[in-house]
């Protein structure tokens, strides 16, 4: 049984690491699968590792089927539907989810939309943000023109998958309402969850009315209703950095935790009524109480994806309760897995799951080593030891300072802050809240000095997976029973995840990444012992952009601590709207760029300067040039002022050209020597990459830095032509995902991020 459950697991997960569906003529051995289960039982693993897999690519199919038809993205819409969740309000548009009621083409059940607030009536209203948050509700019924697209996201090294991330929602398309389209409310709808969610916005709203805008307003919506957007990046990177993340949001710990507590007062009460104990044994109604109290938590959050994991294995554990089978802690663990996989099949790629899972059975793994539930203290350095494996591989880091702040904070935000958010919901005094409020700034001070002690994260590389598999066996030994020998030999085990130096390029090469940033630019350039950034990619909104969410997860995953220069091409926030995340993140050394002298940037680097033309360094035996700006060019325009930059390896080379325009690329074909790829001119504009331009170069690969379906149009489809003309292989970012670039003295290897890990859910 036990085996058979993971094996169901396992076949699940080993669906989405698949480039293709399997044909749905497939799924009709899922009945011949279970009738081999039952009548050859000792095969039963190998059948329900097919049955996992069948189901995962069965649900899979009924998912991508409702996404959006290629053919309808970008075009008006006129659709009426239903707001489905809490909407999150900022200062420049309200994003919420919208059912679809009805349209006069085929559309996706569920869409992710954000509603862009007017800026020509915030000038001439004094409400500013106000004018949306009046405007959309949970359970309202709205007619609205909108844009839709498929679901689309970047695809990095090390980056987060945002379609994987829709799909498992059941996300069918995002998009925007049109500002000159329809906009009108029809009246609402009073179904379950739409009265759930609008209990949801009235709580939230009244914690932040009651708080203000303080950090303990968004940390106790988070725990009460599971809206997390209030909660700040800064406090964010103070969860991450002392290892409290999994307790600042309706976590798996805290729906477990309720409804242990609603279990165990049924049970405390059902036992001293002797009627209702003939009728129905007080463990039975325990375990019912334990479903309701995680189900009603789980509706609390808006029956979130993560909440409802734990909410299937509480079922599980209670269902095994009410069985009486809960003798094999290891077989009830192992079939609540299966179970949440099963409603989930996406559930294996969040890393959640396997910090959850593998924290409980890490304390099943200890506790039976002494026969009862070990010390607290055993029970940090358990999970500290047997996680740090699996969180260096998911985020390439682990708090040291976890098991001091978790000792302090498990205790405080589970057994008190959690439960007094839960009062104020029930109870609308405002000394309940303002009693948690003051609980949480206290321990956001002491997370602080937490973070602030020496060695409080250890940041690396991310290990390659046979390293870190050999640092989970080796975690399992030290954490063996005792009479086990040698076991701080698990140490050894160790040592290839920590010690083992990560790949970098030999002397003499260049490796490059062209990230897939949206509509904007960032390309990382390695050499063996030095990394050169050329721009930071564009602001998303006030609180992200592209240095936060793709370039350092990269820089870290990769290993490298420091940028030794940071090239800016030219002031435009697509270019260097990641900038300041990256200098507040990662040690900068120098900047290289075309802003004035006045520039903020120019002030958080020990070293900077111009990128004058005819600047040139070599790099472990790799050469850098400025051939742009030229000597009287800082009055043209800012395309023109571009930094552009050759570097050759060898006899290889690549171009990194920015925003430059014709009249840049005239002056330059003079100076230019031909080059093995290009960084196609400002990401494919009509206004650049012209044909006596590209015969100069003559590159054998360009590859575009574009967003997707962007509303410039880029890359130009006369651009494009161009150099299909001239027998150029074009790559693209927002089709091919990061493109990375080798160059070695005559070799040159050119790998798409989507094409090197390819996904079902990825195709373009």
Known sequence: MTLAAIAFAAGAAALQLQAEL??????????????????????????????????AAGVAHVRMADWLAPGLEGRDLDVVGVVASLPAVSERAVRFEFEVESSDQRLP????????????????????PALLKESVHP?????????????????????????????????????????????RKLGSRKSLFDLVEKAREAVRDRFQAQLGATPAAGILAALAVGDQRAISAEEWRLFNR??????????????????????????????????????LPARKAAAAAAIAAALGYTLLAGFAVPAQRTFWMVSVVAAALWCGRIASPTRTLALALAVVVAADPWAPLAPGLWLSFGAVALIFYVASSEWRIAQWGRMQWAITIGLAPAALLLFGQVSVAG?????????????????????????????????????????????EWCAALPGALWQQHVPPLWAAALAMAGSLWMLAPRGVPWRAGGLALLAPALALAPAAPAAGEAW???????????????????????????????????GGRIVVPLLRGAGIRSVDMLVVSHEDIDHLGGALTLLETVEVQALASSLSRGHPLNLLVPMSGRCAAGRSWEWDGVRFEFLHPQPGWEAARRNNQSCVLHVEAGDSSILL????????????????????????????????????????????????????????????????????????????????????????????????????????????
């Open 403 to 447: 098991p001091l702040a978790n000792a302090a904070a498990i205790p405080l935000v589970s057994v008190v802050v959690t439960p007094l958010a839960l009062l104020a919901v029930v109870f609308p005094f405002e000394a309940i809240l303002q009693a948690a409020a003051w609980l949480v700034e206290w321990l956001l001070r002491f997370l």
């Open 139 to 183: 359970g309202e019924r709205w007619l609205f023109t909108l844009r839709l697209r498929r679901p689309h996201g970047h695809v990095n090294p090390y980056g987060f998958d945002y379609e994987a991330w829709l799909l498992e929602r059941g996300v069918g398309a995002t998009g925007y309402v049109r500002q000159r389209g329809e906009q």
């Open 512 to 546: 490059i990444t062209a990230l897939d940033v949206g509509q904007g630019l960032a390309v990382l350039v390695r050499t063996a012992n030095r990394a050169l950034l050329y721009d930071a990619g564009p602001a998303y909104g006030p609180d992200a952009d592209s």
């Open 109 to 128: 059940r569920k869409l992710l939309l954000a509603w862009h607030r007017n800026p020509w009536a915030a000038q001439l209203s004094d409400e500013g």
């Open 242 to 279: 002392t290892g409290v993340t999994h307790l600042m949001s309706i976590s798996g710990l805290h729906v477990t935790l309720v409804s242990g507590l609603a279990a165990w007062l049924v049970s405390f009460g059902w036992r001293r009524v002797p009627a209702a104990v003939v009728r």
């Open 657 to 764: 050209t920015g925003d430059i325009e014709r009249s840049a690329e005239s002056a330059l074909i003079e100076k230019i020597r031909k080059t093995d790829v290009l960084l196609v001119p400002h990401h494919g504009s009509r206004t650049s990459s012209s044909e006596e331009f590209i015969a100069a170069v003559a590159p054998r690969w360009a590859v575009v830095p574009a967003g997707y379906r962007n509303r410039f149009g880029h890359p130009a489809r006369e651009v494009l032509e161009r150099y299909a003309r001239a027998g150029i292989t074009v790559l693209r970012t927002d089709m091919d995902g990061a493109v990375s670039v080798v160059l070695k003295p005559n070799l040159i290897r050119i790998e798409a991020e989507r094409s090197l890990r390819p996904r079902y859910w990825r195709r373009v």
């Open 22 to 55: 399997p044909g749905l003529l497939w799924l009709l051995l899922l009945p011949a699968c279970g009738a081999g289960c039952y009548f050859r039982p000792r095969l039963a693993a190998l059948f329900t590792l097919v049955m996992g897999f069948l189901w």
